[in-house]
């Protein structure tokens, strides 16, 4: 049952990372529906005819964990997140703070636009506003020459929505620059083909309408016409720590939010930080996550200075903490790897969406839950202790401890609270020296997260 009263399935799961593996696959199996076949995808890579097909000279590949971010609450549905990555604590801190927010209401977010943008450049442009006034007056047929060559897009409810021409601040002996812009609504894809398809079956035409040369003829990563915003509210109650009262931890927020938002060099880092949340489940859900990320942060500096994406305010009404976060998130839940990879389609079944603009809503949410598990730590007992601690299973790896001592090394780390690898080393065969306790008389506490 879920906290609602509902019976939809819910994902405050307690201690998900305290389960065996084959404990959390079953926890997932019924919250997703999902079946044995499905889970096969989490045994091995796909095959490699597949990875073959993806890229040229393809010789492997590159296992990295696949972990599965809890306590979602989204626009008043209950989501696990998968998330592919390899820093420790992120998985963790994402649950955490999802948590939080869920007391709060959960994370709510909107679609501002949905349109991808293509460029057509163009050179040697005599008369700027006669160039303008002569793309712009073909409009109509514009857009009908791009909808042309792209029929199932239009079948499916999208095409090329509007043209727009900018001119540029650049020029050269043949005269000024300007740029086409297309503005694509390309449903649930991320875009990129259809998109570039447009602008190079426009290009001809525009050349011949204004005269001027055509140069490149590719989509914007600035996709500052797919925009999504996500928000959210935390009691200030359940932001009190070891001995810091709630109402100060939530002050320290702010002004460690604010922080990124007056220091181009603060907000890169704490930028990177909301990314920690997006990446990887761009990764997880086979999405091109360099393109998100040229998009989001050449969107940070769309004023001409670069910012944070993100804002904490408080509310006047019960002091409540407020995140907000806004980000152009070009994302796809058609074409490309999503459907192809199989773990990007396991993702996609375990997440529950099929419009793109709904994985838009839930990376944003994620960035911005990550953001606040990044914000609270820094700003009361700072990132190395519980990173540190996150971290004591890789040094325990690295001091060669096997999977079955790894726990009780990495655990032995935290308690002790140095974690180097000389004092894993040290520890590990202080263990190899003991005969081995029963589970019961186990001395050595495990690492691990709420
Ligand atoms: C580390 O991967 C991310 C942080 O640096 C983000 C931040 O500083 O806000 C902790």
Redesign the pocket.
């Known amino acids: 049952m879920n906290g609602d009263g509902t019976t939809a399935p819910c994902s405050r799961i307690q201690g998900f990372y305290r389960l065996p593996r084959e404990e959390r696959l079953r926890v997932l199996t019924a919250f997703a529906d999902l079946t044995a076949a499905d889970l096969a995808a989490l045994d091995g890579d796909a095959p490699f005819h597949v990875l073959d097909a993806f890229v040229e000279n393809a010789v492997g590949a590159f296992p990295m964990p696949l972990a599965i971010a809890t306590n979602f609450r989204i626009d008043g549905v209950d989501r696990l997140v998968p998330m592919v990555v390899e820093?420790s604590s992120?998985v963790a801190a994402a649950s955490n703070m999802a948590r939080l927010v869920r007391d709060g209401g959960g994370f709510r977010t909107e679609v501002v636009s949905d349109l991808m943008i293509g460029q057509v450049q163009l050179t040697g442009v005599r008369d700027p506003e006669a160039c303008r006034a002569a793309v712009l007056g073909a409009r109509e047929e514009l857009l009908a020459l791009a909808d042309a060559c792209q029929a199932r897009l239009v079948e499916r409810g999208g095409g090329c929505r509007d043209v727009e021409v900018r001119l540029l601040d650049a020029s050269d002996d043949d005269g000024f620059w300007m740029a086409v812009h297309l503005l694509v609504d390309v449903q649930d894809a991320m875009g990129a083909n259809m998109v570039n398809t447009m602008c190079e079956t426009l290009a001809p035409r525009i050349e011949a309408l204004t005269g001027a040369r055509v140069g490149l003829r590719i989509l914007s990563n600035l996709s500052d016409r797919r925009v999504v915003r996500a928000s959210c509210r935390v009691p200030v109650s359940r932001l009190s720590r070891e001995g810091m009262g709630g109402a100060e931890v939530r002050d320290r927020i702010v002004a460690a939010a604010r922080f990124?938002e007056v220091d181009p060099y603060r907000a890169a880092?704490?930028n990177?930080?909301i990314m920690?949340g997006i990446d990887p489940v761009a990764v997880a859900t086979g999405n091109d996550w360099r393109a998100i990320e040229a998009g989001v942060h050449a969107w940070a500096a769309r004023d001409g200075r670069y910012r944070s994406v993100s804002r904490w305010t408080v509310d006047p009404g019960d002091g409540a903490l407020l995140g907000h976060l806004e980000v152009p998130l070009q994302v796809g839940t058609v074409g490309g790897v999503t459907r192809l990879h199989p773990v990007a389609r396991l993702s996609m079944r375990i997440l529950g969406v099929e419009r793109a603009s709904d994985l838009a809503r839930i990376m944003a949410s994620v960035g911005l839950s990550q953001?606040l598990g990044?914000?609270r730590?820094?700003a009361t007992e700072g990132?190395q202790r519980g990173?540190m601690r996150m971290h004591a299973k890789n040094v325990a790896l690295a001091s060669g401890a096997s999977l079955h001592e790894v726990d009780q090394v990495a655990g032995a780390l935290v308690a002790g609270g140095e974690i180097s690898a000389s004092r894993a080393e040290a520890l590990l065969a202080e263990l190899r020296r003991r005969p081995r306790p029963t589970a019961a008389e186990n001395p050595l506490p495990r690492a691990g997260i709420a």
């Open positions: 820093e992120v990124a880092t704490h990177k930080g920690n953001n990044a914000l730590a820094l990132i990173h």
